[in-house]
């Protein structure tokens, strides 16, 4: 079982920057984070493999989201820089056994949350 616990999330103006971090008590091969605004459907954001450090990003996120792993602390990060009004919503982090796509059906295990706001 892999528990995960998300923090970080906050209200900022938008070109501002927030950093989310994923405190996890086990890993899958990859990790995730995902967004869900409101009255939409969760989306992939960007996932990293723990292993290789290999990422990959949405297209929305390239250029101003990073997302990283630190394995002695068990925890996957995700800086957002120049965030935008569209940003605004839940982000999630997901473990995954087995593929490490931007796709939420591939992730077993999903933390609680936390609610990014950024204003205009």
């Known amino acids: 079982q892999v528990q995960l616990v998300e923090s970080g999330g906050g209200s900022v103006q938008a070109g501002g920057s927030l950093r989310l971090s994923c405190a996890a008590s086990?890993?899958?091969?990859?990790m995730g984070w995902f967004r869900q605004a409101s009255g939409k459907e969760r989306e992939g954001v960007a996932r990293?493999?723990?292993?290789?450090?290999?990422?990959y990003y949405a297209d929305f996120a390239k250029g101003r989201f990073t997302i990283s792993r630190d394995r002695a602390k068990n925890t996957v990060y995700l800086q957002m820089d120049s965030l935008k009004p569209e940003d605004t919503g839940a982000y999630y982090c997901?473990?995954?056994?087995?593929?490490?796509?931007?796709?939420?059906?591939?992730?077993?295990?999903w933390g609680q949350g936390t609610q990014v706001t950024v204003s205009s």
């Open positions: 997901a473990a995954s056994r087995g593929s490490c796509s931007l796709r939420s059906d591939d992730y077993n295990y």
């Open positions: 990293i493999y723990i292993g290789s450090g290999n990422t």
């Open positions: 086990g890993y899958g091969s990859c």
